[in-house]
């Protein structure tokens, strides 16, 4: 069964940092690009972050340029999202996707998404 699992998610203070993990089982990553997408409570959902699968190109949402890492470990089949100073505005449900496609650049290009995981930045 194909399935990617986030975790790492939960509350935190502003200034403070997270990191997410996506673990993938039934499949593995070694050959796809890799994104972390978030949606906000009456939003859309919006990238925030990929990685390639062959040199480990990397792009990155303006927004969280300079504050988030995306980083991923083939021999562990897991990706991660590490979040550092984060903001209130960056409160929403994180979600891994693959692609065959790199940049990610529309939702369209998502093979498989993961079940999300909750980021809540507030004092």
């Known amino acids: 069964q194909v399935q990617l699992v986030e975790s790492g998610g939960g509350l935190v203070q502003p200034g403070g940092s997270l990191r997410l993990s996506c673990a993938a089982s039934?499949?593995?990553?070694?050959?796809?690009?890799i994104g972390w997408f978030r949606q906000a409570p009456g939003k859309e959902r919006e990238g925030v972050s990929c990685?390639?699968?062959?040199?480990?190109?990397?792009y990155y949402a303006d927004s969280v340029k300079g504050r988030f890492t995306i980083s991923r470990d083939n021999a562990k089949n897991t990706v991660y999202l590490q979040m550092n100073s984060l903001k209130p505005e960056d409160t929403a449900v994180y979600y891994c996707a693959t692609a065959f496609i790199f940049p990610i650049a529309t939702l369209s290009f998502v093979d498989y998404w993961g079940q999300g995981t909750q980021v809540t930045v507030s004092s």
């Open positions: 990685i390639s699968s062959s040199d480990g190109s990397t």
């Open positions: 039934g499949f593995t990553l070694d050959y796809y690009a």
